[in-house]
């Protein structure tokens, strides 16, 4: 045992800290994740800090949201990032020029987007927003797009026809370099030399032995151009685009999402019941197609080639936030989460199993710890009634974040905080736990 495991935590002062980084990444209508390498409002971030910020600054909580789904395409997709029109180009990569998204008829012109998108955390970020600081109208204002974001994931991405929605680039999964995405991308050209027609900024602003290689980032850049000059367009995705997967983190979130929806529909004189049969067909669709019983995991599938990614990372743990799991698939999620492939403290759950031989402390997610995925853990473990665990991840995301501040991720081992320092979703997550 290492002596952070005994050290107690100062919560006025955590508590402090995380307000400090909220009130220095406020952007006049949305959060940045982070000043320095993300300047602009992203999907998943912005769900994420919504949850945190109700409990300090409700009204910008509700106002995030706002800003994100004043974005949101005519087809219902919600994109992964929206351009802030007053950071130069140079500053993030790839920026709007690259994305070069048309004027959306019926959509807002003069909004700048990604054309990907991001796990659906919102549904459940307006439910927990509007339990700290309710507010009818807003979620009125929200529910209709909400409902439209789910329609476009489970209707247009149903690639493999199961029910489940697929990414179309590992960027989607927010989960970017997992070994998850290793066997899809593998069978795709790494040609570096893409790379020098751009420049990548994450490697200017982070360091280059944290983030992602240049071979994958090279697919990522190649992917994100396939699909943007297809149109952005959905229809026959296993013939036209290069990467077609069901990640168990995605549609986990998108069936908890029909969950929070089902809440949010009660308040707003909606059905509730659609909603909860959908969260019930993903559930079940889910353990059919991306469990694996003898590793006790999810993983994710290639729907291009049918074949199931034997990596164990902790998109596959993350299930466990579904209430309609049956309590032996939930057994074995919570076995492997407190194993030493994973183990809840003294350092929280890592991205990626601690004993695979191309386990990376440093490298992004591909091994890193990261307070988001841990955070929903928590939930999943209280959900299903594993109370000792639940406290016990809570305390190591605390502790860690007490001893090295509010970082994007941490070594999976010491703690240390890597990556970008000052980093929103770390500290909006902080004050929800400290609520
Ligand atoms: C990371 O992803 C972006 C691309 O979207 C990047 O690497 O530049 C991921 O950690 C993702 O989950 C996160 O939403 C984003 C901003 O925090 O950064």
Not at 238 to 245: I, K, T, Y
Not at 264 to 286: K, S, Y
């Amino acid at each position: 045992t290492e002596d952070h495991d005994h050290q107690p935590v100062d919560l006025d002062r955590l508590r402090r800290t995380a307000e400090t980084v909220l009130r220095g990444n406020w952007s006049g209508d949305h959060m940045v994740p982070s000043r320095t390498l993300y300047p602009h409002q992203w999907s998943w971030d912005a769900a994420f800090i919504s949850i945190g910020l109700a409990h300090v600054a409700p009204d910008r909580a509700w106002r995030d949201l706002r800003s994100l789904f004043t974005a949101q395409w005519p087809d219902g997709r919600v994109p992964h990032i929206v351009f802030d029109p007053g950071v130069n180009e140079k500053d993030y990569f790839p920026g709007p020029a690259f994305w070069d998204v048309p004027p959306l008829p019926g959509g807002p012109s003069h909004i700048r987007t990604t054309g990907i998108v991001q796990p659906p955390v919102h549904a459940l970020a307006a439910r927990m927003i509007h339990r700290v600081a309710p507010d009818a109208e807003e979620l009125r204002w929200l529910y209709p797009r909400l409902v439209a974001q789910q329609e476009y994931l489970l209707k247009h991405r149903d690639a493999g026809g199961a029910g489940l929605a697929s990414i179309v680039h590992p960027w989607e999964s927010g989960l970017d370099n997992s070994p998850s995405w290793d066997d899809a991308l593998a069978q795709l050209p790494a040609d570096v030399r893409v790379l020098d027609r751009y420049q990548r900024r994450d490697v200017q602003v982070s360091v280059a032995t944290h983030r992602p290689t240049n071979a994958d980032y090279a697919r990522y850049i190649a992917l994100a151009a396939s699909y943007r000059d297809n149109g952005y367009q959905d229809f026959d995705l296993l013939e036209r685009h290069g990467f077609v997967v069901e990640c168990p983190a995605f549609n986990a979130l998108t069936a908890d999402a029909e969950l929070a929806l089902a809440e949010i529909a009660a308040v707003v004189g909606a059905d509730p019941g659609p909603h909860r049969e959908r969260a019930a067909g993903i559930t079940q669709a889910m353990i059919e197609r991306l469990y694996d019983p003898e590793t006790g995991l999810f993983h994710t599938l290639d729907v291009r080639t049918g074949k199931r990614s034997k990596a164990r990372c902790v998109n596959g743990l993350m299930p466990l936030i579904l209430p309609g799991l049956p309590a032996r698939v939930a057994a074995s999620l919570a076995d492997q989460a407190a194993s030493a492939r994973f183990g809840l403290s003294p350092v929280p759950v890592p991205s990626y199993d601690r004993t695979a031989p191309d386990f990376d402390p440093l490298r992004y997610w591909r091994g890193p710890v990261w307070i988001n995925v841990n955070w929903l853990l928590r939930r999943g473990f209280a959900g299903h009634g594993y109370a000792a665990e639940a406290e016990a991840l809570r305390q190591a995301m605390l502790s860690v974040v007490d001893r090295s501040g509010c970082f994007e991720y941490f070594h999976p081992t010491t703690g240390e905080g890597i990556g970008t320092p000052e980093f929103s979703w770390t500290a909006a997550l902080i004050l929800d736990l400290l609520a």
